[in-house]
């Protein structure tokens, strides 16, 4: 028998499966970045330059907006509760629709495959920086497709497994404050002299909330799903257990050396940033080259990992009603 929580959870989820995310339809996240960016400036307008000021800020800016997050949800579905049942049911629908990315992780990776398989590597390097941090500009195609089946490991966690865990525990309000502190990290929480103070703290809250989910990914959920798919499932453990620390982030390398494992290819290495070569390590060492063809393994694994997490949330759902 599901409760209220499992139905939200389930048809928020295939809602992301076959929607996505079009560009028409409002999204919270977009109005937390808007609310982050103009947070930002009002902070740094009141503190001083300084690292002691700017960590405060951050601080403040951080608590604030996961607080927003958190604290409008909560409320705007008691409106909705006292209202009808209906609004607020789907209210919950809606948040935990928008909260998950499944589809959209899809759609932003395989288009670069589409543009690879097509022999496009101009388009294919313009469509995966949309996605990568990374410069682009010069990639080869299998550094293309490199950097298309790394953004899918690290964010089956941040997008897929991650909300699903929140949602899990919490219900839409935690999902949505999981977003706030996601979002928050790919805006300011970056280890540049613009933020290496006042994104310090956004930075830290999201490696705390993906301690759990990046570990239950790597160790667990994404070597299932290699051995559903019939891919390399002890390879897959074995490469996590071997280089599951090789990422200056304490969660990025769980997810993508279970990957790396799983497609039997090597992931990491050097990198460009703003004209400056990075050489990050090596993860899947004397495994083979990624190439345009792992890009939809990826995502089907990504796909099953999502499966298996969503089975892994109704069963926290479970336990937290005491069933």
């Known amino acids: 028998m599901f409760s209220t929580a499992m139905a939200h959870l389930i048809a928020g989820y295939l809602l992301d499966i076959f929607l996505g995310d079009p ?8 109005l937390l970045g808007r609310v982050i960016a103009r947070a930002e400036g009002l902070l740094r307008r009141v503190f001083p330059p300084s690292p002691g000021g700017e960590r405060l800020a951050g601080v403040i800016l951080t608590v604030s907006v996961v607080g927003f997050a958190y604290f409008s949800v ?14 607020f049911h789907g209210l919950s629908v809606w948040i935990v629709y928008t909260v998950l990315a499944t589809r959209s992780l899809d759609q932003e990776t395989r288009v ?4 690879l398989v097509r022999g496009d590597l101009q388009r294919a390097r313009k469509l995966v920086a949309n996605v990568v941090g990374r410069d682009t500009a010069e990639l080869d195609e299998n550094e293309v497709a490199r950097a ?15 909300p699903i865990f929140f949602l899990a525990l919490g219900g839409p309000a935690l999902g949505i404050a999981y977003k706030a502190v996601s979002t928050l990290d790919s805006m300011v929480g970056y280890k540049n002299e613009r933020y ?18 990046a570990r239950l990914t790597g160790w667990l959920l994404v070597p299932l799903s290699a051995l559903v798919s019939g891919q390399d499932f002890l390879l897959s453990v074995k490469t996590v257990k071997r280089d599951r620390a ?13 990957f ?16 400056r070569l990075v050489e990050h390590p ?6 083979g080259a990624v190439q345009p063809k792992h890009i939809p393994k990826a995502i089907l694994l990504m796909y099953i990992t999502s499966l298996l997490a969503l089975s892994f949330g109704l069963g926290l759902i479970g336990i937290r009603e005491g069933w």
């Open 23 to 30: 560009r028409w339809m409002p999204h919270p996240v977009r």
């Open 74 to 87: 909560a409320f705007l579905l008691f409106c909705a509760g006292r209202i009808h049942p209906w609004l």
């Open 196 to 213: 290496l103070y006042l994104g310090w703290a956004s930075a830290r809250l999201d490696d705390l909330a993906n301690f759990i989910p």
């Open 112 to 115: 670069v495959y589409r543009e």
């Open 246 to 258: 090789k990422h200056e982030s304490p969660n990025s390398a769980h997810p993508e050396s279970a």
């Open 260 to 275: 790396a494992g799983a497609l039997r290819v090597q992931l990491g290495g050097p990198c460009r940033y703003q004209g």
């Open 148 to 162: 298309a089946v790394e953004t899918i490991a690290e964010n089956t966690v941040d997008a897929v497994v991650s």
């Open 282 to 287: 090596v993860i899947g060492s004397g495994l």
